[in-house]
């Protein structure tokens, strides 16, 4: 009899627990900043979360994960999730004043985009796609390195290659370039190189795979893509403008890494929760990120593991 009513007991407790937590409870606005090269991925994303919480209403907004940043600290916009194209920008720039933890999730690598009426698109390669970008007659656009990460990187790109391909002063050269065609995100240089007023475009491989555009692969020595190249790698280093007004933040190169975190004073915690287990989930939101280009690092290291979540702890490792 004891065991029948602990049994009855625990389907009570289990009923109601489940009772609490269905989805149809989880509703309102969740707003998540996003680096522009999540833009594709997000959208699917967000689209299967809908099947599941259809009361909840996502709200995403794209821009240069610097630009994302601050949103939340200079101009203090509601916002529940910002998910950053290089981790760093997160743990410089949010924590600890505005969020607690960071989960690295995703990997990916510069590249050189171009569509079908590129000019020279048949003889560039990995050992002259410099001196192609270089011809007077050939336009190249790359992202501004105080908006978003692959400006910056872009600009590491350069530094790298200079010691790659033995060219002194490679870097400058190609940054003195094309000035006007420096643009705050990479969905900008996606409709400048669709529109055709662009030959070539520095710019993540899976934004180049979600927009079906040709791409050039470039040495891993310098395209920021593989650990065994860390030790080169953070010799690159670029200063961008601090969230300080007058100073400057120093940004140095390591192989391309996502974060994501929920800020403090999010507005929607429980739906933002809910959001990040399912995009981090291997078989939900990482199979789609896969698919688009974006590969897996889940789970990593991740810094302060002892205030992450316990739900989100199955997506890292502590120190």
Known sequence: MKQIL???LCSVIMLSFAVAQKPADLSGDLIIFHAGSLSVPLIEIKSEFNKIYPKVNVITESAGSIECVRKVTDLKKPCDIVASSDYKVIDKMLIPA???????????EICIAYTDIAKYKNEINAKNWYDILM??????????PNGAPCGYRTVMCMQLSETYYRKPGLA????SKDMDYMRPQEVDLINLLESKNLDYAFIYRSVAVQHNLNYLILPDQVNLKNPKYSDDYILAVVDINSKEPGKTEQMKGDPMVYGVTMIKNAPNKEAAMAFLEFMLSKDKGMKIMEKEGQPSVIPMEVNNYTVVPDRLKPFVKKP
């Open 6 to 8: 602990s049994i009855l």
């Open 98 to 108: 505005y969020a607690d933890w960071n989960i690295k999730f995703a990997a990916n």
């Open 135 to 144: 011809k007077e007659d050939v336009t190249y656009g790359r992202d501004d």
């Open 172 to 175: 400058k050269q190609l940054l």
